[in-house]
Every structure is written in structure tokens, then in C-alpha cells.
Nanobody, 121 residues
Framework: QVQLVESGGGLVQPGGSLRLSCAAS????????MSWYRQAPGKERELVAV????????NYADSVKGRFTISRDNAKNTVYLQMNSLKPEDTAAYYC??????????????WGQGTQVTVSS
């Protein structure tokens, strides 16, 4: 059974830090690119960060560049999102996703249930 389980969310003050984890099981984790998305109430889902299957390439939304870091440990089947200098606008439900792209360009995606991050004084 495929599972992606996020953890590490919570309430933090502006300027604080939080580290999210996503534990994967039931699929070949090391063959999948991993991403973090977030969605705030009334807003569209947005891509926050992406990391390639081997961890060699990362990309970030402009709004989080320099503050967030995505990483992965393929031996532990886990992807992380280190969030520093948090701002109120970072408040959202954060989701991790896994993506495999076939030779034909077809995507196979898995999603976690999400973890809530609230940045407030």
C-alpha cells in the first residue's frame, strides 16, 4: 500500500523555523521526484519545492527561495522541508507528493494527507 505521511507542522511565530518530514512507503521512492505543495484557505494550491530522484537538482517557488530547503534521504525513504524565517503568508496546509514519469511522458503521482503550518504571533 502506497503511503506518504507528513509530519512536523504546527504553530510557530514569525521568524521562526520548522522542519517538515514526509515518510514514504509502498513504492520505489528513489525513482521518484519529490515535491512539497501548500494550500491556504481560499487560495490555489502552489508548488513550493521540488527535488529530483537522486537529490541533485532542486527548485523553489520565488516566495520561499533562500528561506526553505528541500532534501531527501533515499535510504530512509523520507523527504524534508526545512523552513526558516517563516512569515504569516507561509500559513497553509503542506503536502508532499511523489512523481514518476514514464518513457511515454505519463505521470504517476502519489499524495500525502498534509500537515498544517500556522505562522502567527
Amino acid at each position: 500500500q502506497v503511503q506518504l505521511v507528513e509530519s512536523g507542522g504546527g504553530l510557530v511565530q514569525p521568524g521562526g523555523s520548522l522542519r517538515l518530514s514526509c515518510a514514504a512507503s509502498g513504492f520505489a521512492f528513489s525513482n521518484y521526484a519529490m515535491s512539497w505543495y501548500r494550500q491556504a484557505p481560499g487560495k490555489e494550491r502552489e508548488l513550493v519545492a521540488v527535488i529530483t530522484s537522486a537529490g541533485g537538482i532542486t527548485n523553489y517557488a520565488d516566495s520561499v527561495k533562500g528561506r526553505f530547503t528541500i532534501s531527501r534521504d533515499n535510504a530512509k525513504n523520507t523527504v524534508y522541508l526545512q523552513m526558516n524565517s517563516l512569515k504569516p503568508e507561509d500559513t497553509a496546509a503542506y503536502y508532499c507528493s511523489a512523481r514518476f514519469t514514464s518513457a511515454w511522458g505519463r505521470h504517476y503521482d502519489y499524495w500525502g494527507q498534509g500537515t498544517q503550518v500556522t505562522v502567527s504571533s
